[in-house]
């Protein structure tokens, strides 16, 4: 390698490192910044004690709202305060193909609220990690390639509204949730009733539906659909249940939204796993990023004639992921083609 290539390629590889060194810092005041929001989320519930779901309790409800309690094995067990869980699964954005995703969604049960925390395999390995929260009764969406650079966010009354629908929604993964003082019920037949939530200044109405054990089929609402820029019929269809901690929960399902171009399944997910009054943080951003690292918890990766030294963690991904393109360009260099 001639000395120029030499001078050129050390250079190169100096600014890869101090991109590098900066991104994982930008990167690492973000994972502080989304778990700081979990952490308001809890701060926010009222300090009260579990109390138990009593027979008692249903009795004000319509038939199938019952029935769907008595079969979760909600009965008898306590109001979960807090719930977190995880999800994976394949989301979709517009045109663009199913992306597999990883989550971990954190709960109060009041006030009601939530922080959905989610990596996406936005291409190529190149993750995007993005947050939907849903706190005080406001709601917020925020998206960063490789948590450094953001590329969506959104807030205001419309979101408002469509997260309060979604936390309504998601009461299917700790059903004692449905005697909520904040959500009030009205029989609708005798395979389905209608849910009204109201909170933080937003309504929203969602109909569930029941099969003949008890267990929640489906919920449809009309929600703004920020893509389409409408309010459409949304739904989420259930396809399998599990059991966590005694209750039984869907674990499998989709959201779709129905418009006049024809029904749209934006998220397929799975529930892997539901801890009930554990108000506690799962681990950070770097077990979020772990499906996208290379194993071991360090690598040494050999560039023509400079070894960077790779790091677990956020740095780990950061260099590869982001870098790695530009270390191959620098090979090319070096050897002269």
């Not at 079969?71 to 719930?83: D, E, F, L």
């Not at 003949?212 to 820029?229: H, S, W």
């Not at 869907?250 to 892997?272: C, K, Q, W």
Request: proline content about 6%; hydrophobic content about 40%; aromatic content about 12%.
């Amino acid at each position: 390698m001639s000395k120029r290539l030499k001078i050129v390629f050390g250079s190169f590889a100096a600014v890869v490192v101090a991109i590098a060194a900066t991104a994982f810092a930008i990167s690492t005041q973000y994972e502080r910044h989304l778990n700081g929001q979990v952490e308001d989320l809890f701060a926010a519930r009222n300090p009260t004690e579990p109390s138990i779901v009593t027979k008692d309790d249903l009795a004000d409800l319509p038939e199938p709202v019952q029935q769907w309690l008595r079969y979760s094995g909600a009965v008898g067990k306590p109001r979960p305060t807090t719930v977190r869980l995880k999800q994976e699964g394949e989301i979709r954005l517009g045109d663009r193909g199913w992306m597999p995703f990883t989550a971990e969604e954190y709960y109060t049960t009041d006030p009601p609220g939530f922080v959905w925390t989610a990596t996406i395999d936005f291409t190529g390995g190149i993750p995007v990690i993005g947050q939907d929260r849903y706190i005080e009764g406001a709601a917020a969406l925020e998206m960063r390639l490789l948590g450094v650079i953001p590329v969506a966010s959104d807030s205001g009354p419309e979101m408002d509204e469509g997260d309060l629908l979604r936390y309504l929604n998601e009461t299917m993964w700790f059903p004692a949730g449905a005697l909520s003082p904040y959500i009030t019920w009205e029989s609708v037949d005798d395979v389905s009733a209608r849910a009204t939530m109201e909170y933080g200044g937003s309504r929203g109405f969602g109909t569930f539906f029941f099969d003949e054990k008890g267990r929640v089929t489906n919920m449809i609402a009309d929600r703004f659909d920020r893509e389409f820029g409408a309010i459409v019929p949304w739904s989420t269809p259930l396809q399998e249940y599990g059991e966590f901690d005694g209750i039984r929960v869907p674990t499998e399902g989709e959201a779709v939204y129905s418009r006049d171009t024809g029904d749209y399944a934006y998220i397929r997910l799975r529930v892997t796993e539901i801890d009930y009054d554990v108000p506690v943080l799962y681990q950070g951003m770097s077990a979020r990023l772990e499906p996208f690292q290379d194993t071991g918890a360090r690598n040494r990766r050999q560039v023509g004639c400079c070894q960077f030294l790779v790091a677990g963690g956020d740095g780990s991904v950061v260099i590869s992921a982001v870098y790695q393109h530009l270390a191959a360009t620098a090979a090319m260099v070096a050897s002269g083609r």
